[in-house]
């Protein structure tokens, strides 16, 4: 059974930064893509970003410039530095183990249970 245990959520003025951090079961990080996905009160969960196990990222266009996704194989952790935060990117984000196929993330069957951010002045 996969594992993804999110932290780093919280409450920030707009403007601010928060970095989140995803551990994952020693199985799966090393083979899988892992992605970030966010979901709003009343809206559907949607993609943030995700990252190839060989490095490659792909950004929702709504975060590209301010989030950076990285991975730390040695930890197997996946991270979400998210800067020049707005009250949009309020939201529960998700870990995800995943694939990418012709340069697109699709999503795989194991969640985190997701940690709340809170972008508010």
């Known amino acids: 059974q996969v594992q993804l245990v999110e932290s780093g959520g919280g409450l920030v003025q707009p403007g601010g930064s928060l970095r989140l951090s995803c551990a994952a079961s020693?199985?799966?990080?090393?083979?899988?893509?892992m992605g970030w996905f966010r979901q709003a009160p009343g809206q559907l969960r949607e993609f943030v970003a995700g990252?190839?196990?060989?490095?490659?990222?792909k950004y929702a266009d709504s975060v590209k410039g301010r989030f950076t996704i990285s991975r730390d194989t040695a930890k197997n952790t996946v991270y979400l530095q998210m800067n020049s935060l707005k009250p949009a990117d309020t939201a529960v984000y998700y870990c995800?183990?995943?694939?990418?196929?012709?340069?697109?993330?699709?999503?795989?069957?194991?969640w985190g249970h997701g940690t709340q951010v809170t972008v508010s002045s």
């Open positions: 990252i190839s196990n060989g490095g490659y990222t």
């Open positions: 995800n183990s995943g694939t990418f196929s012709n340069r697109a993330y699709f999503s795989g069957i194991s």
């Open positions: 020693g199985s799966i990080f090393s083979r899988n893509a």
